[in-house]
Each structure stands twice: as structure tokens, then as C-alpha cells.
């Protein structure tokens, strides 16, 4: 007897779905151009988006040309291994290929840290108003986030040290923070890593560690010997410019390497991704025009929020977060003006906005358009 339209009606299936899984928040990604186009009627070329921290300027040369080198051989599947990227990043950073796990974008390292490390019954550690894939990437697989307050807007070692409990086996720590560009310092990082248990793996998230000067860069990868807990993820997706193909790495000790890569997709980046990221991380000229740029686009953007009368919180990304009062509001009337930035509400910040350095004369457009929608 085929079952009937009436039980197959009684059940709703989304209801089979764990409780944890159920209560995810969605993620809110950035507008893209081609949205609010469409829903505006606007010249997509007059739009400018000041949305996800993406590159201002482009694609590396020598990435794209990698690309197109690796065209041909879209029959075959990527090399799961990764082994010219994992080469190259070993010669780059000094570390073994063993130490290194790829991903589809670094949110899909962070997953797979979750993934290795947390199971229900378990607690993972993360500040609040910190990067929102943590949340979402502890929940997923029925763990339980610890949201500690932060302290004007940065992380709370302190108060993060005290929220471990025997169930706690993870804690993100996002520096520079995004959306709020807060920085820990080396010697606060440091004394952090000395502090808390071993038994606790700590994800040290420096997705925006290309953006900062040399004299507050930090040389955490050494540091990978010394704590077996610590795994270091970074990203081709924003200095680098390759948002768009996802890939992204952790580094960590080689056993913890492995077990992530257990746990991954067998072809989880794919041959472009790959072949892109391997030329991208050797234009280290992309890379500093792109700090430089970015260094100069944050002094303009800062003085015109100063000189608009806005509060920033000082910012050590491609980004800044700004006051904007009924954020909300002020978010529509730069669509109008065809200018994209990020609403952070769903960050605990909801008089906030955020809005990534671009080109001069997109900060430039971004500051005229700000000055007629506050
Ligand atoms: C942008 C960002 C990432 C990078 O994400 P990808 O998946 O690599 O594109 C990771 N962490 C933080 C805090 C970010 O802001």
C-alpha cells in the first residue's frame, strides 16, 4: 500500500532536521551589483560596491594568467592533493606541505575545523560582534557557541580565557576582527596562547593579515611548533584578489593537517582556484600595491567620516565601520546613490556600517554619496 497524500501532508519534512540545524541563522552575504541593479533599474557600471572587503584592484596578472593556463584541462578534476599550492606555500612560509589544509575559501577551513574538532556536547569560544561564519560553522555540527562580550568592540582575551569550561574544545580568535578591524596585539596574542589549555584547539582567523604594516605583523607561523592547539587560516580571497574562485588554507601541526583533510571534500578546490592562488601568492608587487592602496584609501575614507562628523572604530583591514545612526536607513539611501556598503546589525551592531577601502575615486563617490544620505 502506497503511502498516503494525507500522512505524506502530516509530516513536515523540514521538521526531521535537528533542532541546532533548524535554528541556524542564515548568513547575509554583501549585495551584489547585478541585485541591486535589477531592483533599481541602474546602469551596472554606476554601481560601485563597498560590500565584502573584496580587491579594489582586480586580479593579479599573473593569476589570471594562470586561469587561463589552467582552462585547457577543465575535463579533469582538480589535483586533490593541492600539491603545487601546498609547495608553494610551504617555500613561502616556511612550513612543511604536511602542515597545510585547502579550501573552498578559508569559511570552508573554518568549517573544517569544526567539523574535526566539535561534536554536540561540546563548546566552542568566539566574541561577540567577531566574523559570523564561526557561529554558524559551530552550529552546524551541533556544538554549542560561547559568545563573549567584546570590549570596545575588540576581543576580550581575558573574558574569553574565563568562559572555558570542560566542554570547551575550540576558540576563534578573528585578527584583524571583521566587521570591526579591530587588532590583539602579538604580545596579548601570545600570552593567550600561554594561558589557555592545551586540550583546546585555538583558530587564529588572519584573513586581513596581508593589510598590516610590517611593524605590527606578527610571525605566527613560528609560533605553529611551540602550540600543537593552534591553527592559523588565511585567504586568497582578499589581498590577493581571488573572491571570486574560493581558496582559502590552514596552517597547523600535521597531525591536525591531516585529520582536517580527512574530513574535506576529496576535490574541494578546483583546478583554477588552485592554479590561480600558486601565481597569486608569488606577485608579492600585487600584494604590496594593494597594501599601499589600501593604506592611502583609509586615511581618505577615516578623514572624510571625520570631517561628516561620524564615529569610526579604527580599523587594521580593507574595511571600516562606521556610526551611521538609523544605519538602516542611511544603507537604502546609498543604494539610491548606486553605492553598496554592508549593513552589521546581524553582528550586533545595528547603528553601524561597514564599508571595504576601494579605489580613490570609489571612496571618493562612497564619501559624496555618504554626505547626502546621513
Ligand atoms: C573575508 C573573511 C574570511 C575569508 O573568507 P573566504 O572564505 O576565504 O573568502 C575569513 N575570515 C574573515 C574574518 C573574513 O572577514
Redesign the pocket.
Known amino acids: 500500500m502506497p503511502v498516503s497524500n494525507a500522512t505524506r501532508a502530516a509530516i513536515d519534512v523540514c521538521d526531521l532536521a535537528p533542532e541546532y540545524i533548524r535554528a541556524i541563522a542564515p548568513y547575509q552575504p554583501g549585495k551584489p551589483i547585478a541585485e541591486l541593479a535589477r531592483e533599481l533599474g541602474l546602469d551596472p557600471d554606476c554601481i560601485i560596491k563597498l560590500a565584502?572587503?573584496e580587491n579594489p584592484l582586480g586580479v593579479s596578472p599573473l593569476a589570471m594568467q594562470a586561469i587561463h593556463g589552467a582552462l585547457a584541462d577543465t575535463a579533469r578534476y582538480p589535483d586533490g592533493n593541492g600539491y603545487e599550492l601546498k609547495q608553494a606555500l610551504s617555500a613561502h612560509y616556511g612550513v612543511n606541505a604536511a602542515q597545510c589544509v585547502l579550501?573552498?575559501?578559508?569559511?570552508?577551513?573554518?568549517e573544517l575545523a569544526a567539523r574535526s574538532f566539535l561534536a554536540p556536547g561540546m563548546e566552542a569560544i568566539y566574541s561577540q560582534h567577531?566574523?559570523a561564519?564561526y557561529p554558524l560553522v559551530v552550529q552546524a555540527v551541533g556544538a554549542r557557541g560561547i559568545e563573549v562580550p567584546a570590549r570596545s568592540f575588540a576581543h576580550d582575551l581575558d573574558a574569553m580565557l574565563k568562559a572555558v569550561s570542560p566542554r570547551t574544545r575550540m576558540v576563534f580568535l578573528?585578527n584583524?576582527?571583521?566587521?570591526t578591524g579591530t587588532l590583539i596585539r602579538a604580545a596579548e596574542l601570545l600570552r593567550f596562547l600561554e594561558a589557555i589549555a592545551p586540550r583546546i584547539i585555538v583558530v587564529l582567523?588572519?584573513?586581513?593579515n596581508e593589510y598590516l604594516p610590517d611593524d605590527l605583523k606578527t610571525d605566527t607561523i613560528a609560533w605553529l611548533s611551540r602550540f600543537p592547539n593552534l591553527v592559523i587560516?588565511?585567504?586568497?580571497?582578499?589581498a590577493y584578489g581571488l573572491?571570486g574562485l574560493?581558496?582559502?588554507y590552514a596552517l597547523a601541526q600535521a597531525g591536525v593537517a591531516d585529520l582536517m583533510n580527512r574530513v574535506r571534500q576529496p576535490f574541494n578546490v578546483n583546478s583554477f582556484a588552485l592554479a590561480a592562488a600558486a601565481a597569486a601568492l608569488g606577485d608579492v608587487e600585487f600584494v604590496r600595491r594593494g597594501y599601499e592602496l589600501n593604506q592611502r584609501g583609509m586615511r581618505q575614507v577615516t578623514q572624510g567620516l571625520t570631517k561628516l562628523g561620524l564615529e569610526f572604530i579604527p580599523s587594521f583591514?580593507n574595511?571600516v565601520s562606521f556610526k551611521a545612526g538609523d544605519a538602516g536607513s542611511v544603507y537604502q539611501r546609498l543604494l539610491r546613490h548606486g553605492v553598496i556598503v554592508r549593513p552589521i546589525a546581524g553582528y550586533g551592531m545595528p547603528q553601524y556600517l561597514r564599508v571595504s577601502i576601494g579605489l580613490e575615486s570609489e571612496n571618493g563617490r562612497f564619501l559624496d554619496a555618504l554626505s547626502k544620505s546621513i
Open positions: 565584502s572587503n579550501g573552498n575559501g578559508s569559511n570552508d577551513v573554518l567577531a566574523f561564519v578573528a584583524p576582527n571583521n566587521p582567523d588572519e584573513a586581513y587560516t588565511r585567504t586568497f580571497s582578499k573572491a574560493r581558496v582559502g583591514g574595511f
